[in-house]
């Protein structure tokens, strides 16, 4: 079974620039969060999605962060327009059907960094 | 919310003794607690969890002991290799953060185990 895969794996932009970061989670996974770990801090959730709807956006730090997940498959989250502070390891995880495991299945993440 | 809290930051042993981590957390509503294992530029993997119905539960060399009274949990690694060198978070989830399966992570633990 394939794991969840993240794109891109690195990212450098400046501040000001926009940058895409997509999740495709593991096939059949019907929720999918957005976290986040800074400077090498805790990891800090942003979202969550149940199919192609945002159950839970509280963790998102401002309205600089976009994130979607049309059709309920992949998930791509938007930063525009970036500032320092963005940077750091950007993961997502999945997890089957809410009446299954509380099991999370993280991506390798996306590191960014913003000049 | 819930928060998380996790010592020590850092943790060095001798190959064959064992390691522990520690973690408190404030919400005594909280009932799954999941360790995950980051090896330097992978993703964050589960190695063990725990449900607020059980006291410990162990697989193999590492245990998780849960303390609902007190609100703390710790991770146990007996006979530690090298390729337990790692970061481990801990995390809870609470019924009263957001939707309900958001996981919050203490700010981890680098484990470094010495040959």
């Known amino acids: 079974e394939a794991g969840v895969t993240q794109f891109p794996s690195h990212s450098v932009i400046e501040k000001g620039q926009t940058v895409t970061l997509r999740c495709d989670p593991i096939?059949?996974?019907?929720?999918l969060y957005w976290y986040r770990r800074v400077m090498g801090k805790e990891i800090k959730f942003l979202l969550h999605?149940?199919?192609?709807?945002?159950?839970?956006e509280s963790g998102m730090p401002n309205n600089r962060f976009l994130a979607e997940r049309t059709g309920g498959t992949y998930s791509t989250l938007k930063v525009q327009p970036a500032e320092l502070e963005d940077s750091g390891v950007y993961f997502c995880?999945?997890?089957?059907?809410?009446?299954?495991?509380?099991?999370?299945?993280f991506g390798p993440g996306t590191r960014l960094t913003v000049l | 919310g819930e928060n998380v809290e996790q010592h020590p930051s850092t943790l060095s042993v001798q190959e064959g003794d064992s390691a522990v981590i520690k973690c408190t957390y404030s919400d005594s509503a909280s009932n799954y607690f999941p360790w995950y294992k980051q090896e330097l530029g992978k993703r964050p993997q589960l190695i063990i969890d725990?449900?607020?119905?059980?006291g410990e539960k162990k697989d193999q060399r590492i245990a998780v002991t849960l303390n609902k009274t007190a609100k703390h949990f710790s991770l146990h690694i007996t006979e530690t290799q090298p390729e337990d060198s790692a970061v481990y978070f801990c995390?809870?989830?609470?019924?009263?953060?957001?939707?309900?399966?958001?996981?919050?992570f203490g700010s981890g633990t680098q484990l470094t185990v010495l040959p």
């Open positions: 096939s059949g996974h019907d929720n």
């Open positions: 999605f149940v199919k192609e709807s945002k159950q839970d």
């Open positions: 725990i449900r607020s119905n059980v």
């Open positions: 995390a809870a989830k609470s019924p009263h953060s957001g939707s309900a399966r958001q996981l919050t």
């Open positions: 995880a999945s997890s089957p059907s809410p009446m299954a495991t509380d099991t999370q299945y």
